[in-house]
């Protein structure tokens, strides 16, 4: 009884090394505002690699407070440039695998035509109920949009107004369905093939808000994992260049 | 300690919880009512309509709320056309969206305190002479006492604990829609431990006196 348990068992973890070997998976927490790019990225990654990239979306400030806390993702794609940093110096990542994949735009989008003039004016009148944002405490997208009101001299005017998505998924969600007017929300969401999906926008001027260099790094949980050291190479690799242009971030 | 923030969203909790209770009672009532009486064929649909906060997850609830309110949905069309503007990202939004939430922990009870009462007491206030109303509020609402305390207790606490349906109907502004529970999910985010711990064991601490007071009274005989 107890040899045929293990002999099952032996042959178990010799098929779970087999199919280790050749294609893994390789589990990815996401900033929400690079969710469609990604998901090209992952399928291009996995017809060129066979590894499956597993992918969690949120905001950058809760992925960090979860992987603190024993999240089993391998590689971490933030928002901003300091959430990976601060897990660097915590020694939860692998030293050195640090690297910018993407610099995000912010916008300034409605999903009505006519709403979001070019020179985003529509902030100083202020004849609108609302105005999406995502949490500026939480997610990099949040504070940069909080900033530029900030400079833009409207912030306390506008604070009323206010709404607050939980990520910057949540507020291209309440701008998308009416609630909100208008929202700050990535250029990525409302970007493809080179021009605006629908609605009116106003691209806001890079010199409003502190740049927003999204970095990438593989965590402690990555260390060992071929899968995962394949897909941070593959991020900085001529095709996924290309699917993260397409949705109109810098690089 | 605690913040302005952290006391605001308590105060906001609270008044959120009043108001969906006062109103749920209001309309639970009838409701309650009808389902202990009634053989309409329409029992059975109308008692699942009314169950079904219990099983559904509070996403559905808000993702169809928030379409259902917003400017293309049919309730958003109405209170525009009422001149109210929208209910998403307001007080007057999260009522609604509590009083769909919190309705059989409201109806429920109140509907078994009326079963339980049964026939006969009713029957007698017939014989005596009594009119629908007054055999409603010298008979049946004496008799049913427990059951209004155990509805409006539930409610108001279940109410006090929504968070699904806030969070995607809310708009996280402060005073008008950042509930308790979506202050602590801010602070937990924010890695703000310290906060959000004192604001997590305030709710334990809350949530088990409500049950501990709802439960010994139960215990003591509900007649």
């Known amino acids: 009884m107890e040899a045929r348990f293990i002999r099952l068992a032996a042959g178990f973890a010799a098929a779970a090394a087999l199919s280790t070997a050749h294609a893994a998976e390789v589990s990815v927490a996401v900033a929400a505002n690079f969710t469609a790019p990604m998901q090209k990225i992952a399928a291009e990654f996995e017809r060129d690699t066979g590894h499956k990239a597993q992918l969690a979306f949120g905001a950058t400030g809760k992925f960090y407070a979860q992987i603190r806390n024993g999240a089993p993702f391998e590689v971490f794609l933030a928002a901003d440039d300091t959430t990976p940093a601060k897990l660097e110096e915590e020694g939860a990542t692998v030293a050195g695998s640090r690297f910018t994949y993407a610099i995000g735009k912010l916008v300034l989008w409605s999903a009505q035509p006519g709403v979001v003039d070019g020179k985003g004016d529509v902030l100083r009148r202020g004849a609108f109920a609302h105005l999406a944002i995502a949490n500026p405490k939480t997610a990099p997208y949040g504070a940069a949009a909080l900033e530029a009101l900030r400079k833009l001299g409207v912030a306390d005017a506008l604070a009323a107004k206010l709404v607050t998505g939980e990520n910057i998924a949540q507020a291209h969600q309440f701008v998308a369905s009416g609630n909100a007017e208008l929202g700050f929300v990535a250029l990525s969401q409302v970007w493809a093939d080179g021009r605006l999906t629908s609605g009116s926008a106003w691209p806001v001027p890079a010199g409003l808000h502190a740049p927003l260099r999204q970095d990438a790094v593989i965590l402690a949980a990555g260390r060992d994992k071929p899968a995962a050291r394949a897909l941070a190479e593959f991020l900085r690799g001529a095709k996924a260049a290309a699917i993260i242009k397409s949705y109109g971030y810098g690089q | ?223």
């Not at chain 2, 639970?28 to 064929?41: D, E, K, N, Q």
């Not at chain 2, 309730?75 to 009422?82: D, R």
């Not at chain 2, 429920?108 to 014989?127: D, K």
């Open chain 2, 1 to 223: 300690m605690m913040s302005a923030a952290d006391l605001a969203a308590i105060r906001l909790t609270l008044e959120l919880a009043a108001v969906t209770t006062a109103i749920l009672l209001v309309i639970g009532t009838p409701v309650a009512w009808w389902l202990a009486r009634t053989r309409s064929a329409f029992r059975g649909a109308v008692g699942a309509v009314v169950a079904l906060p219990l099983v559904l997850p509070p996403t559905v609830i808000g993702f169809y709320l928030l379409l259902l309110m917003g400017p293309h949905g049919p309730v958003g069309q109405f209170t525009q056309a009422l001149g109210l503007g929208l209910l998403p990202f307001s007080f007057a939004g999260l009522v609604v969206g509590s009083v769909f939430y919190s309705l059989p922990f409201v109806v429920q009870p109140l509907q078994q305190a009326f079963e339980a009462i049964g026939e006969r007491p009713l029957e007698v206030a017939a014989t005596l002479r009594a009119g629908a109303l007054d055999t409603f509020f010298s008979v049946v609402l004496p008799l049913a006492r427990p059951g209004f305390v155990t509805a409006a207790v539930l409610g108001f606490a279940h109410t006090v604990g929504e968070f699904g349906v806030v969070l995607m109907i809310g708009g996280n502004i402060p005073e008008k829609t950042r509930v308790v529970s979506v202050q602590i999910y801010d602070h937990v985010e924010a890695l703000e431990y310290a906060q959000a711990h004192w604001l997590s064991a305030g709710m334990v601490v809350f949530s088990f006196l409500v049950l501990f007071l709802l439960h010994s009274r139960k215990r003591g005989g509900v007649r």
